[in-house]
């Protein structure tokens, strides 16, 4: 179907026209509470890349890493590397590997202070907390503790918060929230086992 060049034109003259007004209604500046969720893959991975537009920009980067701390990723060995950047792992790995209770509450504990520490430090512009959300979800930390710390951060801090089964509380105390949808994933659909760069 041909498009008519007038009709074309006056679409994308009303387009630019609610862009610039929406643009010049927007004059808040502050920093943004991120939730990325969701059982599709993503949000880490979404995470990470606005860390490296933070380094990108200059800015202070701290990360903390819930649950992985025993597998390796690539991301931590690459932004781990950057002068910018903090990233501190913790955890013994999936929870259906450690099957410890106990152990899983004092690593979270432990990963949790490093964060507490990240956020009221002033140091950072921001602070990704990636598999949070995994840790509320069973309960290894108490949430009003975490949405309190959330809550009195610095207003130019932005907190970007990963994992899936986001609490309802923290969706809606978040300035950002995704979800990320499974559509098709090729270890359910296929077999195929995690790939290099993909998936670590």
């Not at 450690?98 to 509450?105: G, K, L, S, W």
């Not at 950072?124 to 907390?129: F, G, Q």
């Amino acid at each position: 179907m041909k498009t008519d060049p007038d009709a074309h034109q006056r679409m994308t003259q009303r387009r630019r026209e609610g862009h610039e007004k929406k643009q010049a209604a927007a004059t808040v500046e502050k920093g943004l509470l991120i939730v990325h969720t969701g059982n599709g893959k993503g949000k880490s991975t979404a995470a990470f890349g606005m860390g490296v537009r933070m380094l990108g920009h200059g800015q202070r980067l701290g990360v903390v890493q819930f649950i992985k701390g025993a597998l390796h990723t690539s991301e931590r060995d690459f932004l781990g590397t950057h002068p910018q950047c903090d990233f501190v792992t913790m955890g013994d790995g999936y929870t259906w590997n450690t099957q410890n209770r106990d152990a899983d509450i004092a690593t979270a504990r432990k990963g949790w202070n490093e964060a507490v520490r990240m956020i009221e430090s002033g140091e950072y512009c921001m602070v990704i907390l990636d598999e949070l959300n995994t840790v509320l979800k069973y309960e290894y930390l108490p949430l009003d503790e975490v949405l309190g710390v959330l809550q009195a951060r610095d207003p130019s801090l932005h907190v970007v918060v990963t994992g899936r089964h986001a609490p309802d509380a923290l969706i809606d105390a978040a300035d950002l929230v995704t979800e990320m949808r499974l559509v098709k994933h090729p270890y359910r659909e296929q077999g195929v086992k995690a790939q290099r760069g993909v998936e670590f």
